[in-house]
């Protein structure tokens, strides 16, 4: 991604993983909403398309997108778009699984903003797959706060960084609040469970994939 930050020009940067369908439009949307003042990052409001998918894999997702780690943040949408002002805040992007953390984390809360468009984020259709993406995302999440931990100084961190992971908030703010979700919730923590025993497992690599192959991304 690094390479072909650095061979952008522009005031405007708009990072997009390869598997993320984006139409023109909201490219633009993107961009005029990092041109308003004061705004220096946005990010559409991103839809788990699980059609198609196991029931297992519907049920973890009924949890997941109620949770309120992603809640006026720039993460977990597979497309993230920054104005010059924001770029400026770090010369390169760090070799990290979470780099959308990074991004989140070097702009402030009040400086981002989610526009009024929708990304369809196509989940996995097998259970299996599900549980090696969430494996890979939890050492990425891990990975992120080994780097703020060491991070340099001149990349500023955290200005905004996410709050560090909490073992219940999947009852606190999601079933407690909706019991009719029992069911949904414990899938939801058999497949964490899973996927925390497969990324202590020996053997198991970040590398091993989201589940729908690796997660290249592009810079535009």
Not at 142 to 152: D, Q, T
Not at 153 to 163: I, K, M, N, S, T
Not at 207 to 216: D, F, H, L, M, Y
Request: net charge positive; proline share 8%.
């Amino acid at each position: 991604m690094n390479a072909a930050d650095q061979a952008s020009n522009g005031d405007v940067r708009i990072y997009v993983d390869a598997d993320v369908p984006v139409t023109a439009e909201v490219l633009r949307q993107l961009a005029a909403a990092v041109s308003q003042p004061g705004v220096v990052a946005a990010v559409p409001r991103p839809l788990i398309d699980c059609s198609g998918s196991a029931w297992p894999v519907r049920a973890y997702y009924a949890m997941n997108a109620r949770l309120p780690v992603f809640r006026n943040r720039l993460f977990g949408r597979g497309i993230i778009a920054l104005s010059a002002e924001a770029r400026s805040r770090f010369d390169r992007i760090p070799e990290i699984t979470a780099d959308d953390m990074f991004l989140d984390a070097v702009v402030g809360a009040d400086e981002k903003v989610e526009i009024d468009a929708v990304i369809r984020v196509r989940a996995p259709q097998r259970t299996g797959d599900l549980i090696r993406r969430v494996a890979r995302a939890r050492e990425g999440n891990a990975e992120f706060w080994r780097f703020v931990r060491s991070a340099p100084p001149e990349y500023g961190l955290p200005l905004d960084p996410v709050p560090g992971p909490s073992s219940w908030s999947w009852l606190r703010h999601v079933l407690l609040r909706s019991p009719r979700l029992l069911p949904a919730a414990a899938c939801y923590v058999v497949i964490i469970l899973l996927a925390e025993a497969q990324r202590r497992s020996p053997g198991w690599s970040v590398r091993s994939g989201w589940g729908r192959g690796e997660r290249p991304q592009l810079g535009r």
